[in-house]
């Protein structure tokens, strides 16, 4: 029973309020209006004067070198200094290649004379495989070896 008493006050409330202050005033809505255009003949804009360019070269007479006597020039500028780049480039590859076979060789003759590679022994595939299976012999068993976890 409050509950509706509560609910018509609300009501007549807000009818009052309707009534005492007016109800909100909305605008008129706009009413749409043409674009305005130029017409054809009429000025676009002021007419300004174009300022001189700075930097640019001075006056270029065209027509004075021959285009396919230019290309050959520069065709063969461009084939000289490939050439003269490959031939660097060899020089460098068999610098290269006689650097790495000296230091072989100096390896080569140095392990050859030391006289501590001399008393280990050369591992071979054979040697390799009984390594192994020493290994797999003397070490845990492999119920007791840890294994990564997946």
Known sequence: MEFLVVVGI???????????????????????????????????????????MRGIPGR???????????ER????????????TEK???????????HAAQERRAEIQSAAASPVMQGLPQWTAQTMQQAVVM????GKPRALRRFPQR
């Open 73 to 84: 020039a520069l065709r063969e500028k461009w084939e000289t200094e490939r050439r003269a």
């Open 135 to 138: 290994a797999e012999i003397l």
């Open 10 to 52: 609300l009501i007549a409330i807000s009818v009052l309020d309707d009534r005492v202050r007016g109800k909100k005033k909305v605008p008129p809505p706009t009413v749409p209006q043409e674009i305005p255009r130029q017409r054809r003949g009429a000025q676009k804009g002021g007419a300004f004067e174009i300022p001189p």
């Open 60 to 70: 270029i007479e065209i027509g004075t070198v021959d285009p396919t006597e230019a």
């Open 88 to 98: 660097a480039a060899a020089a460098h590859r068999h610098a290269k290649t006689q």
